[in-house]
Nanobody, 125 residues
Framework: QVQLVESGGGLVQPGASLRLSCVAS????????MAWFRQAPGKEREGVSM????????YYSDSVNGRFTIRRDVSKNLVYLQMNDLKPEDTAVYYC??????????????????WGQGTQVTVSS
């Protein structure tokens, strides 16, 4: 069964760090572009970061560039999102997603065919 399961969310104070994990099953995640999206209440789901299959080429949204890092653990079939210097505006449900082959716009959610259930990140003092 093809599946993605996220973990690692929580409630933290501004300036803190969190690491989100996404474990894939039923397929080899390193064979696909993999991304993290987030959705805040009342807002559209937005692309946060994406890593190209079988490479370390990465993309970030302007809002997280320099603070977040996406990486893989190929041996564990995992994709991580390291989030540093968290801000209240980072509060959202974070989703891991698998990208369809031959897609063109990494931040377009319609280009992804497998999604996790999401993990809540809340940044508040």
């Amino acid at each position: 069964q093809v599946q993605l399961v996220e973990s690692g969310g929580g409630l933290v104070q501004p300036g803190a760090s969190l690491r989100l994990s996404c474990v894939a099953s039923g397929f080899i995640s390193n064979d696909y572009d993999m991304a993290w999206f987030r959705q805040a209440p009342g807002k559209e789901r937005e692309g946060v970061s994406m890593i190209i299959r079988r490479t370390i080429t990465r993309y970030y949204s302007d809002s997280v560039n320099g603070r977040f890092t996406i990486r893989r653990d190929v041996s564990k079939n995992l994709v991580y999102l390291q989030m540093n210097d968290l801000k209240p505006e980072d509060t959202a449900v974070y989703y891991c997603a698998r990208r369809r082959p031959l897609s063109s716009n990494w931040a377009d959610r319609s280009e992804y065919d497998v999604w996790g259930q999401g993990t809540q990140v809340t940044v508040s003092s």
